[in-house]
């Protein structure tokens, strides 16, 4: 069996040495001129964020002197004082909490429509599904003022539910739509055979569909979580009180506040930014897909 | 089918247990999503829409009923048209300039070479910040004097460089657009690099062989494969175009002088630095109709093409 894979390999190696010597230097120039190309862009998206980790870590004397080099003598303490300047204690809970809450709204809800508007058929089915569709095109824009006086009069804009029932509701047609498209790929033979075996309904839902749904449920989660955590204008009409903002929100503030101390501005966005970009790096195919899925499909 | 009908007829409570038993349970299902939807999006919507044909300032007791008013001031207010053709130069320039770049580095990696990995998480990325945190990290590049540009500038003498962009009335609104534009090419090269896999190999392989250069191949064979997806992101960045708002608002608010202003930051003044929500909100609901206008064009056209 190794000298089998051996000798494979080394098939393999010789065909590629040929090919590399058939290949003519024109190959070799594009691929010279695309490498160039890519790396330029790596270094576009990441000398910003690389250089901003820098300033988080430098003095401000330390950034006078050397704005451009890397830190001499890390100061890992600018972020304890951007924590503390910055509230952070008090804005990353509420970030977790809203993210944490806008999902587990949306996937219940998004579920159970998706499922009702793929696997089953009822009058008023399509118009239901163009009504949700319309929600992709509206911006919040459109009814930043009426949610705010109706959050108001429900008695909710003080207190967390004053954003996350509006977030959930915003985010179901994107929601919808994609949990209707994963529900459409399962075969409907799945839950008939349930059917004949007795199962209920919401069995066939519950049991049957739902674990099958699973990658669309995760990709829908991450995005939602994402999209949360960076959203901006809802939250800057939906929490009035100091004590309710996310991290999105409190950070252009805080950027205002200090405006001089740039090394603090940037330790402040740093914390910001760490764990979405964390989560994108373990879970980024999902997050890939969420997008490309609406957009696509 | 018959004996139902019948039934149906002989007994209005039978027939209606009847359709509860057959759709009971697909109602219950999308119920919540829909009751949620109405309550929290489109009432606000039509209330919206109502805002709009009144002179409210948010705090009267009276909303007085105004007609058209607001819209026809709106047609004669240059800053509403200030406002409008910035979102045309950011549909013109942000978008187009995201889409191409973000086209053609999907092209340049869509064979997967390798480093393809680290090449599409790094493009990506800005993506998962947000537009308002993408503000805030260019605000920091710009910084007169500090930022990263213009320390760049001062180390390699580019003159340049070391304009403020964005306190510069002339330059303001491109100085956001590079950070939008930075931010977004990601989405529209990961929309690409799906669409591309969809591409015929073979039909480029038939192509080569029959001596097409790599621009041709590119132009006839993979562009026209590719029509839907374009349409499709160009639509998307049209939408897109005309709902930004964070960005401006995190950047520059609209200023120096309106220079930057866009129809949300402008809808936004209105309605809560000056309390003309009746103003406010005509200016958001033509946002709206552009937005909706444009996707239902691009239905139309999505479906004349039979895909």
């Known amino acids: 069996m190794t000298t089998s894979q051996d000798a494979a390999g080394v098939k393999r190696v010789t065909s590629s040495i040929t090919r590399i010597k058939r290949r003519s230097l024109s190959y070799w120039g594009a691929q010279i001129a695309r490498y160039t190309i890519l790396l330029l862009f790596l270094a576009i998206f990441l000398v910003p964020i690389t250089w901003i980790f820098s300033l988080a870590v430098k003095t401000q004397a330390e950034f006078a002197n050397n704005p451009l080099g890397l830190p001499q003598e890390p100061q890992w303490g600018n972020f304890m004082q951007a924590w503390d300047q910055g509230r952070f204690s008090v804005y990353l809970p509420n970030t977790i909490i809203y993210a944490v809450a806008v999902v587990i709204g949306v996937a219940i809800f998004a579920c159970m429509a998706g499922y009702a508007l793929a696997k089953t058929r009822f009058p008023g089915r399509n118009v239901i599904f163009s009504g949700f569709m319309i929600g992709m095109t509206l911006p919040f824009l459109s009814i930043m003022i009426p949610i705010f006086y109706l959050a108001r009069d429900l008695g909710i804009l003080g207190t967390r539910w004053g954003f996350i029932i509006p977030a959930v509701a915003l985010g179901l047609p994107f929601s919808i739509f994609l949990m209707r498209a994963f529900f459409m790929g399962i075969p409907d033979e799945l839950g008939d055979a349930a059917r004949v075996d007795g199962c209920t309904e919401w069995g066939v839902f519950y049991r049957v569909m739902l674990p099958l749904a699973w990658p669309g449920l995760a990709t829908l989660a991450v995005f939602e979580f994402l999209g949360t955590w960076s959203a901006y204008l809802m939250p800057l009409i939906l929490t009035q009180r100091e004590e309710l903002r996310p991290v999105a929100l409190a950070l252009p503030l805080f950027q205002g506040r200090y405006r001089a101390d740039l090394p603090l501005i940037a330790a402040a966005s740093m914390i910001t930014i760490t764990p979405p970009l964390l989560i994108y790096l373990v879970l980024q195919r999902r997050f890939i897909e969420g997008v490309t899925a609406g957009a696509l499909k | ?307």
């Open chain 2, 1 to 307: 089918m018959g004996t139902q009908s019948l039934s149906a007829r002989a007994s209005q409570g039978q027939s209606g247990r009847r359709f509860w038993s057959r759709y009971g349970v697909s109602y219950s299902f999308i119920l919540p999503a829909v009751v949620l939807y109405i309550v929290f999006v489109l009432y606000p919507f039509a209330q919206s829409f109502y805002i709009s044909l009144t002179d409210w300032n948010g705090f009267d007791p009276v909303m007085n009923f105004i007609g058209l008013d607001n819209y026809l001031k709106l047609l004669q207010d240059p800053l509403f048209w200030t406002a409008f053709s910035h979102n045309i130069i950011w549909i013109i320039v942000g978008s187009i300039g995201a889409i191409g770049l973000g086209l053609f580095l999907a092209i340049l990696v869509s064979s997967r070479p390798p480093g393809f990995l680290i090449f599409r998480t790094v493009y990506f990325m800005p993506q998962v910040l947000g537009p308002a945190i993408v503000g805030v990290i260019w605000l920091l590049i710009y910084a007169p004097r500090r930022g990263f540009l213009y320390k760049v500038g001062e180390a390699t003498g580019l003159d340049f460089l070391q304009r403020s962009l964005l306190a510069n009335p002339q330059t303001s609104l491109l100085g956001i657009l590079f950070a939008s534009i930075w931010a977004s090419i990601g989405f529209f090269f990961v929309i690409f690099l799906a669409g591309l896999q969809n591409v015929d190999r073979d039909l480029l392989d038939a192509a080569r062989v029959d001596g097409a250069n790599s621009w041709q191949q590119f132009w006839n064979v993979t562009v026209p494969q590719l029509s839907h997806v374009i349409t499709m992101v160009i639509a998307l960045g049209m939408i897109g175009s005309l709902k930004v708002f964070d960005i401006v608002w995190t950047m520059t608010q609209g200023g120096p002088a309106n220079s930057s202003e866009v129809l949300g930051t402008l809808a936004y003044q209105e309605s809560f630095n000056h309390t003309h929500h009746g103003y406010g909100s005509a200016i958001v609901m033509v946002t709206s109709a552009l937005a909706v206008l444009m996707s239902v064009v691009f239905i139309r056209l999505r479906e004349r093409r039979g895909d």
